[in-house]
């Protein structure tokens, strides 16, 4: 498989997520939170739920948008480049900023009382969490692993 071809399908993959996220958090989610929550925690308590979940859907958007530009660069065989070192490190970033939210979602939700309501809303939560630390772990390496080949790789341009 040629860089190019890879490079598209990760696109066509990438754009497939989005759109795929998209629907989840502007229609599943909150129909689903619709229908979970008790009727007496009112229409604020639905709506502040769904103003979180869209600005905690921001950061994941933004790495979706950081990884099409890694594509890119695969694209023009610039896989162990700089670049995408550093697009990966601040994809790290962003996920560390969602797993921030969710964790001070998780102590509000405890420190407000809200967890007697649900126990599948704190499953949910701390599953979020975790998928949050794994995801800003894997970008962190991945970064430090494609920063060390590209060095190799330019030492090596260097060389030949």
Not at 108 to 121: D, K, V
Request: proline share 2%.
């Amino acid at each position: 498989m040629s860089q190019k071809e890879m490079s598209r399908y990760l696109k066509l993959i990438t754009a497939g997520i989005g759109v795929l996220f998209l629907l989840f958090v502007l229609w599943f989610l909150p129909s689903a939170l619709w229908q979970v929550l008790p009727e007496r925690m009112g229409k604020n308590f639905f709506y502040g739920i769904c103003v979180f979940l869209w600005v905690t859907a921001v950061p994941c958007l933004v790495c979706l948008g950081k990884f099409w530009g890694i594509c890119v660069r695969i694209g023009q065989d610039k896989s162990f480049s700089r670049e995408n070192a550093q697009a990966l490190k601040k994809m790290s970033h962003w996920m560390m900023a969602d797993t921030v939210l969710y964790a001070g979602f998780l102590l509000a939700f405890f420190a407000l009382g809200w967890y007697r309501w649900t126990g599948m809303m704190i499953f949910a939560v701390v599953l979020i969490l975790f998928l949050c630390i794994a995801l800003t772990v894997v970008c962190a390496v991945l970064s430090h692993l494609v920063l060390n080949a590209s060095r190799l790789q330019e030492d090596q341009d260097l060389t030949i």
